[in-house]
T-cell receptor
């Protein structure tokens, strides 16, 4: 079955602009999480959605937001982009949140460069 | 705050050598996952360990979950250049009903032919 699909794969934005990234989870998976990966900070948790509800949020400013649709697809939005937002944004999906042994699968990521 | 300390951060070895990567925490995790990531790609799941003391083997890779579910190790036997990449351990919190993963800093492995 198809894996986690993220679009776009690469994009370049200017400081002050906003960006929307999309994620389609594995078919049947209802939990979607977003992570930011940078060389200095590694992988950091942004937020998690399950059944269209945000279940958990990481320590990021309010410029970072997300949502999940009824078909489990998810989007994340970053407004007023800053140079430091340049990163690989990864989406992960799993069957259900919080289950012991729950396996989490990642997409290939969206590379965002802010200039 | 839950943290996972992964070591070593960098490892450069010759083909055929053995190596071990460690992942340690003072917190208990309900499960721990190991991923391998190539440059520009997303992490690819290698294994999930759930039970304390569990050992799983994937060809030349051996994964172990500590008895107390606070630590884990990845041992590679007879490393090959194709093993080169970033290895990440990630723990799933035991204390909350969430899918949030806590990641280690990663181990960059280079296997020279």
């Amino acid at each position: 079955k198809a894996g986690v699909t993220q679009t776009p794969r690469y994009l370049i934005k200017t400081r002050g602009q906003q960006v929307t990234l999309s994620c389609s989870p594995i078919s049947g998976h209802r939990s979607v999480s977003w992570y930011q990966q940078t060389p200095g900070q590694g992988l950091q948790f942004l937020f998690e959605y399950f059944s269209e509800t945000q279940r958990n949020k990481g320590n990021f400013p309010g410029r970072f937001s997300g949502r999940q649709f009824s078909n489990s697809r998810s989007e994340m939005n970053v407004s007023t982009l800053e140079l430091g937002d340049s990163a690989l944004y990864l989406c992960a999906s799993s069957l259900a949140a919080g289950s012991s042994g729950n396996t989490i699968y990642f997409g290939e990521g969206s590379w965002l460069t802010v200039v | 705050t839950q943290l996972l300390e992964q070591s070593p951060q960098f490892l450069s070895i010759q083909e055929g050598e053995n190596l071990t990567v460690y992942c340690n925490s003072s917190s208990v995790f309900s499960s721990l996952q190991w991923y391998r990531q190539e440059p520009g790609e997303g992490p690819v799941l290698l294994v999930t360990v759930v039970t304390g003391g569990e050992v799983k083997k994937l060809k030349r890779l051996t994964f172990q979950f500590g008895d107390a579910r606070k630590d884990s190790s990845l041992h590679i036997t007879a490393a090959q250049p194709g093993d080169t990449g970033l290895y990440l351990c990630a723990g799933l919190s035991r204390s909350s009903n969430t899918g949030k993963l806590i990641f280690g800093q990663g181990t960059t492995l280079q296997v020279k032919p």
